[in-house]
């Protein structure tokens, strides 16, 4: 499964459409190769009847990816989602709080306002099978498994956790930095 990095180039270019998710993040890994760099991204906090409520993010989840897109910073996550109209979905691959790359998953969220509750619920993609015969869990688990299978024996040139800095960056787009 191929990620396309959103760099921060092509995230100031996205429009404002106030998508929200409805969940306090802050980065969790920073991965370097070869001169790409990207986050992946910790979920802080859900809040009650948000989008990333309903489709049952939890705290200590980590975001992989959005729509086939790796972020390069919080900001670039941030820029994406709310660029995203409220009412549409956004197909987001993560790894459970707990879990290692085998066990990511995606979901297919329905984005709210800013600020506001989702007014329906998501559908899980889980259960979908393509030509291959693999259901969508087990294509996911296969790439976080590569990606990160390959982070975890040095395939990458650099890697390090992230240590949030508290109160240092502004809300973007209904993210909260915390």
């Known amino acids: 499964m191929g ?5 921060v180039q092509d995230a100031r270019t996205l ?9 306090d993040v802050e980065r969790a ?25 309903q489709a049952g993010f939890h705290s200590g989840d ?9 972020f390069a910073s919080l900001m670039t996550f941030a820029s ?12 987001v691959d993560y790894i459970p709080a707990g879990g290692g790359p085998e066990k990511a998953e995606r979901v297919v969220v329905t984005l709210a306002a800013t600020g506001r509750p989702v007014q329906s619920a998501p559908q899980n993609s889980t259960s979908d099978t393509a030509s291959s015969g693999m259901s969508t ?8 498994v590569a990606l990160f299978g390959c982070y975890e024996f ?15 960056q502004p809300q973007l787009s209904g993210v909260q930095q915390r």
């Open 80 to 91: 994406y989602i709310g660029s995203l109209p409220p009412g549409s979905q956004a197909s």
């Open 29 to 53: 890994t920073q991965i370097t190769d070869s001169g790409l760099t990207f986050d992946t991204i910790r979920v802080k906090q859900v809040r009650r009847g948000s989008a990333g409520a």
């Open 15 to 23: 429009p404002r459409n106030q998508g929200s998710l409805g969940m």
């Open 3 to 7: 990620y396309q990095l959103l760099s």
């Open 62 to 70: 980590q975001i992989i990816a959005i729509d086939g897109h790796v």
């Open 137 to 144: 869990r087990t294509k996911i688990g296969i790439a976080a």
């Open 154 to 168: 040095g395939c990458f040139k650099h890697t390090k956790p992230i240590n949030p800095l508290v109160n240092s």
